[in-house]
């Protein structure tokens, strides 16, 4: 092969390669979500990361559709999408046997999602997110269990309720103050709501200048403008704070707090981009601007089951990415550091004691120890330095006096400390070292 076309040692853009080191990260970042989901009694679910383009045509927002799927043609002449997220495919899902699921229903999944973005710090094109959604419950108590879930995450991590903050607004009040408040026409609101969730990204003087050229009414800018301001519902002009949508907020606000959850705020710029939310939205950030990513997102969607044209189911979940969790836990130092799932390296002076370790790894995996034998013909340091290099905790070699005595030098790697152990407590004292 020339030059020319070499092939790239690199992994296609904006998607990861898990070396074991990576994968170690991975697992204990997915395990922490299973737990944590499990604890809540949420089952786990899974589907295919192809879908009908259709589905995300449907419900999705414009940008992610237009800008952000990847999607072809089959061979059949189907348009197909790899999914950028999972909820129009759990709703299609529960759609399909809403007869048979017995409601309400908590699940859970931690699909790869592709999303055709431009790579940066905390977005990537393929990245994986835990999804807990609930379905069938109207009421708060699912919001605020779905909130509480995402909160026992965090301190799972080991996360400080100063590090991170939980954003909180409502659709419902978002519509209510474009369509009744300012009286807005559709494409002003669409235009204010992708406005507002820029604010924090631009300047005041900007975002005023971009509402004016909005709405061109300055009374309509001025009113905008005194409702960004405020820090607390209370702030709200009067006819704003009589809204339904409001005393929902206080009351949800309220009810996390005696939840123990002191970190969550009002938000009224949060927006979040997809078209099906209905309900509460939130948004949870890292506090530290080394990071400034949304860490996770999600929020209430009553009507998106109701799109396959069934009856409606209502439903609430959220989405927590790797990549910024990641990002999240490294800034914060909260990542354990690796740990080789291999117990026992077993090394051999020379080819003949091969069988003997053999099967003497062949018995501890037995009795629970992950052993694995050194097959190569090289000098006994250089077996051991690889055990060492790839952060196996321990290591014997077999050779002569072993096979004969039953006793092995059991040798801890981190430690450089050497003792002599039989054969029968091999296992024993293994467990005991590493607990
Ligand atoms: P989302 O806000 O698009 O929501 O994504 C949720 C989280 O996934 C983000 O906060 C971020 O952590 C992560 N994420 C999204 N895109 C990327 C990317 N390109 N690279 C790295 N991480 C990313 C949803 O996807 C909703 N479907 C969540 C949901 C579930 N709502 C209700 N249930």
Redesign the pocket.
Known sequence: MNQQNKLSLESYKGTRDFYPEDQFVQNYIFGVWRKVAEKYGYLEYNASILEEAALYKAKSGEE?VNEQTYTFIDRGGREVTIR????PTVARMVAQKRKELAFPLRWFSIPN?F?Y?RPQR????E?W?L???MFGVESIGADLEIVSVAYDIMKAFGAKDESFAIKINSRKFLNFLMDTFLRLNGQQAHQISKLLDRMHKISGEDFIAQAKEILGDDSKVEALATITRIKNLDELPEEVKAHESVAELKSFLARMETLGIKNAIFDVSLV???DY?TGIVF?VNDTSPANP???????R?DDLVGIFGVEKVP???????????RDFLETYSLLPSYESIVDLYICKFDESFAGFASQLASDLRKEGINAAVDLTDKKVSAQVKTADRQKIPFVLVVGEEETKSNKFKLKNLSESKEIEVSREDLAKTIKSLES
């Open positions: 992610i950028p997220e999972m909820t999602l999303r973005e905390g977005r990537l094109r990245h997110q999804n807990v959604d979040r981009g997809f939310y948004e990513r949304a860490l996770f997102g999600g929020g969607y439903g609430i979940g959220f989405g927590m990415g790797d990549v910024t969790i």
